[in-house]
């Protein structure tokens, strides 16, 4: 499909707008040696004339168009803009993380951020949230196909027969990666092998694949002769929600808990502890057991993703995050102690979006910068840090329901007024 | 927690930033009469002298700050940069749309975009895909508190006797909004109701709590003395993996199919329909099955997120969107029939980020403007569109798996060369 | 493979015998002039001489050998003892029943039986149980194979448009049966059309079944050219844990609930209301969400497949009737609000084994006798009555785990005292 | 709630029948002279005064009573007779079985015994199946109560520190009990420890109950200081439709599959692999899917329920049972490639109703006899022989729907032939 060498040289630049407007010519068939921010213009420009619309904002972007185009983004055209805001001081006591951030969260749905910042006030107020990352690390799962039970047993026990030459092999493509064990699930003429890695501050999933094709392609199948059908077979699982991942956990598995006093609740959130347990019982638990859903929470994906394009971490990635549960409990009279619970979080420090200009920002804003020291730790603190904002997010929204203050918020958006209050 | 007032006319800019950088005053109180840009950029300086971040890039944007400040985030700092790339043109025969589109994509992952690209290129000379959208409804249940059965079958026949009231008090709430029906869920001394709206253009789950809003406080508390404990009641259910979304729809149900023959696999897709077919009996149907997912497809989330991003949609939402069902069957010796079906994907064409300066821009590009003489259709077609994105990356994707391509693409990233495959 | 006409008239007894025990000749190859008890002790004696096990116990039964061997168990060659014993007096307040019952319940299980009459001790000090029963109606889901999304839409429309004709073909299969709904689900090439139908007093699987394919080979078949590929499509869903039928019922959906005060929960449950709803919260809320349940329960399934065996139910049924939730509230400082809810509990009081020996007696002894005059009552009634028993062991087991009572009932069982206390 | 010594032992007969029958008395509440069949017949009485109904069939049983009641079922009043069938032989090629046997099938549901049976008569002209069990152990998971995220880190710390302590002490409750590993899964505050046991030839949720709460009062509670809340924390999770029971697996996993050939698919299913192979598509995998099924098979609950009862195994175990997936595939032109998986399937050959009197003869018909030498033998025996007759239901049924024999099979049933096809 590469087909630059059709180009004449002596194109010019309005005959190649032509024809990619015209559809002769594919947007990935420029110029090699037009630089990206001209190729960008070039797209843009046969893209206004095919269609009519004007593309003036996606060209006005500051980050590095060659590296995006090369490494994020083909047919690289500019960039979307997503206004991002700020919540804080958030105050947290984790592993990674002893003191207060700024968190950065780029949305577009009103009151998020306002709601959001209500939230760490509470927090801050109750003298921090505890906050807990367990890194689980990246899975891949390669699907494989046998001629049935006995095949299978023996293809089992080879595997496990030669674990060391498979981490050695694995481990071999990236100076980064570990290889942590492999999980079976064989059923009729299929294995799924799940590999999971440590993959440092990375959230991996690449890395995990890379190695996952070393070790299927030049020792698993020769060995074996049993022929692998896809190098991901669903079993990993990726971007789909899944209880394998609710179970097993996947990236990162972060908890975050506060105790809040009832003096606080009433200032801050404007509720009781009786009010709050009680929508936590009927919504989070039992309203979420009526719908069927993996989600026992008020509206992790939210915070997730805002705080996710902030920080160039994978959007699709919040199928996942949006799974876990929240618990609200009364302790003693007036108080709660309330907790979020993420078993499934693939972020990282490094990779993916991290080193686009904006969200390079944004990460340093939170203090997540890689220490070659200490790999790990950075992907660690970021996620300590999710689970603090979420955590944050639960309590005000779930408040804002024991007031009634939901619809109202929204009611007012269209003034301009920051509000207490999002949508689930 | 609103407290401009406190500050003082007199207070210089020096001043604000540094109060907001030693945390002594909080990022949503600043003067009312700072211009969001203003406010961004004092938000900004007082980060970077809280954190010693430099805060360049977030910086710089284009969007109407005051606008995205007023509508869509509070405590403005700027914007994240998302890169964006274009795919198509992609030939879709639909109700809504029926000719080919330049399809916008938002993302940081290597290979999404040249991926998908290569899926419309084989739609195209497979003649176009079939799209198809069911327009189900935006929903939102709230969760009431009864004594037990008794009180609770006395409220939902008096829910169902007053209907018509209902109705008529939620669609006084907006005029784009219509109560298609409710449906009551109940068990021990909670009563879920779910209301289903019809939103024209609009994502609407904000006209929906707004209408709920209004229904709950002024008609069915007062009349039946049943409490509403949570306007959400998760049996709705927004952001969340839910079953209920998936029997039930949510948003726009829509359907994509292509028929494409043997020849064009080879040349397109460097695959056949036997391996193409295996492929997806192994990963998408069993190993979605082994991992308890509701995701039996390849990379849903994939494009959604990145066309969500890029139209201006609630990126949150990309966890109803990844749920659904791929099929590849063979047909004939050599041809394959290959389907997407998302049952719950809530999108607008109005509202939201979609006003936002890069946002419309790519809606424009895509023909998706609302109509007022044809209500819904701009979201139906936007809708039909994103269904044969997603069936185009299914495609591309499942291909390259039996081309064992995926880790390949992956690999070769980092030179910045354009490829075919992406991961899942 | 029926071969009777391969007997020689004048084969001994003997001869049969040996035929069978060798292998060459199949179990329902018997002369059909033999009574079904012949044929019994028949195949007992062959198979004693063939594995050389004694079948004394097997061929000791009351029941009526000829009906049970032509309308329920083929090769018929006695019958399984399952013990039996009895709790109540259950008293419940229903639209069914309102007094009291004595519930038989078949069972293997030690101190199941004596653990839910001490539940049933704990009602009726309560004041009896209310409960109520929703007829949902037996389902069946044929599938069909369409071209794709055209054909489907067209075979939906034409099943709206002909739902009349359906329906008067369906009913004239039964005089009990009546067709409720019919609800559609299609994506790829597949349609479930999913036929619901009030069957009064029958369980009904087999009537819905019937009714199902006269509609589809008489009526849906020909007209639309459109293959049905099972009659059964898993989209019923029938003897299988399923979301579907978690959401929208099947058989009976079945509400039971009580309010006990503290003195009776202490003297009858030796537990406490605190005790009470913190091991509901812990086990039947956040346990079975840990363990991706859809049991929100203690153990439904043991006091169902216990009643449904004395009863001439289906016991693979219990598959449905493990579904559902539980609730456990405080009422005030010391009692609590308790409730079951089981959404598919399909079961009859005619057909299936309903009108065996045993089973005859014990739907007697609850009362459960069809009326024509008020069809559908009979099932109704024993419905309630199983809604009411398992909130009896939902509540006794529930009680002895607070009191840590259930180990040491199961250790005591070897000396034959009967206890308080059952496993889940 | 014992009141024996309340019973005068001048009392009549009549007077203690008179006192049940007016409810004056409790059932458990007779003369601990009496003997069980004695106290039977009382009860029958009382009975059948209070509520006029006649019981005289079930208290016709030759099982024996005095185990029966002191040992499986209290308030003893006599036993269900359920039909008992037979089908086979079944040529099985296993690790604890190599021939041919017969099983026999307590069950009311007509046709199922016949179907079963031509499945058996198929799989023996394929040359047998084969079949596999691994023997995952029972498990019992207790909920303790913690004060959040540090205490939850220390307990699980501890148990990790004492897994040896906790083994040794665990171990000496039964000397056929092993430990094999303890899985935690902690949130908010409430961590559940799931402990998996090796139970020998028992199915052994009671022995892991004993084993549990000894370690759990004796050891974990006084040295930890966390309490438990209820020894089953739905954690385990039995008798419930269970992710972590589809994942993990529970009690055995069992597997069997055969091929077989077209002509043997023609003669003794009346169907061809074209068709099967289609059915299993849209049935079994895509209707499952529609559903949200954790059943991707065609009636699993249906054959084991049958047998279950027949060999005296819990039949609310049949809720686990009915989990799992089917796989047919083509094998070249005409033939097919079937198996059945199941992953949780807890059986045992001794304890529950296995010693009772048909129960007992039912597993020495199937040579199921445990052995000391070689523990868990025998239980690996029953389940790689129900694992076959599974897999013989399975393609009987889906043939049936093949050739549209299901619901004409249930329409003959009245008159008493048997029949071929079964309902699922």
Redesign the interface.
């Known amino acids: 499909?590469k087909s630059q060498t059709a180009v004449e040289a002596t194109e010019t630049r309005d005959e190649i707008v032509r024809s990619l407007a015209r559809?002769e010519r594919?947007?990935?068939q420029l110029p090699t040696e037009l630089s990206a921010d001209e190729a960008g213009a070039i797209?843009r420009e046969a893209?206004e004339e095919?269609?009519?619309?004007?593309?003036?904002?996606?060209g006005?972007?500051?980050?590095d168009a060659?590296?995006?185009?090369?490494?994020?983004?083909?047919?690289?055209?500019?960039?979307?803009?997503?206004?991002?805001?700020?919540?804080?001081?958030l105050h947290l006591h984790g592993e990674h993380i002893d003191g207060?951030v700024?968190v950065?969260?780029?949305?577009?749905?009103?009151?998020?951020?306002?709601s959001t910042?209500?939230g760490c006030?509470a927090i801050r107020e109750a003298g921090g949230a505890?906050v807990?990352v367990e890194d689980v690390g990246m899975t891949r799962?390669p699907?494989f196909?046998t001629s049935?039970?006995?095949q299978t047993?023996a293809f089992l026990r080879w595997i496990v027969d030669h674990d060391e030459e498979i981490r050695v092999l694995a481990e071999r493509t990236s100076r980064y990666l570990r290889l942590l064990d492999i999980r079976p699930?064989a059923?009729?003429?299929?294995v799924?092998l799940r590999f999971r890695f440590d993959t440092g501050d990375a959230m991996g999933?690449?890395m995990a694949?890379?190695a996952?094709?070393?070790v299927v392609?030049e020792l698993i199948e020769p060995a074996t002769g049993v022929a692998?059908?896809?190098?991901?077979?669903?079993?990993?699982?990726?971007?789909?929600?899944?209880?394998?991942?609710?179970?097993?956990g996947r990236g990162k598995r972060v908890?975050a808990?506060v105790?809040i006093e009832g003096p606080i609740l009433k200032r801050?959130l404007k509720t009781t502890s009786r009010d709050l347990v009680?929508?936590q019982y009927?919504?989070?638990?039992?309203?979420?057991?009526?719908?069927?859903?993996?989600?026992?929470?008020?509206?992790?994906?939210?915070i997730?993703?805002a705080a996710?394009?902030?920080t160039?971490q994978?959007?699709?990635h919040?199928?996942e995050g949006?799974?876990g549960?929240t618990?609200i409990?009364s302790r003693g009279p007036e108080a709660v102690?309330a907790?979020v619970?993420m078993p499934a979080m693939p972020i990282g420090a490094v990779g993916?979006?991290t080193a686009?200009?904006?969200?390079r920002?944004?990460l340093?804003?939170l203090?997540v910068v890689p220490d070659p020291e200490r790999p790990g730790h950075a992907a660690g603190r970021l996620a300590e840090i999710l689970g603090g904002a979420v955590l944050a997010g639960e309590l005000s929204l779930?408040a804002a329901?024991?007031s009634?203050d939901?619809?109202?918020a929204?009611?007012r958006?269209?003034?301009?007024?920051?509000?207490?209050g999002s949508?689930?």
Chains 1, 2, 3, 4 share one sequence.
């Open positions: 499909m559809g594919r947007f990935h797209r893209l095919a269609t009519g619309a004007a593309l003036e904002h996606i006005r972007y500051s980050l060659e590296r995006a185009a090369g490494r994020n983004c083909e047919n690289f055209i500019g960039a979307a803009q997503i206004p991002m805001g700020v919540i804080g001081p207060a700024f950065p969260l780029a949305t577009t749905e009103a009151a998020l951020v306002a910042n209500r006030a505890t807990r799962a699907v196909r049935g039970i006995e047993q699930m059923y009729g003429t299929s799924f999933m690449n694949t890379i996952c094709d070393r392609t692998c059908i896809a190098l991901s077979g669903n079993y990993c699982v990726d971007k789909k929600p899944a209880e394998i991942n609710f179970h097993e908890f808990e105790v801050y009680e929508a009927r919504k989070n638990l039992l309203g979420s057991i009526a719908a069927g859903s993996k989600g026992f929470n008020a509206h992790y994906a939210n997730l993703a996710f394009l902030a160039g994978d959007p699709a919040v199928v949006s799974m549960v618990c409990e102690y907790s619970y993916g979006g686009l200009a904006t969200q920002e944004a340093a804003l203090g779930m329901f024991t009634h939901l619809a109202r929204h009611e958006l269209g003034r301009g007024a920051p509000e207490n949508g689930d």
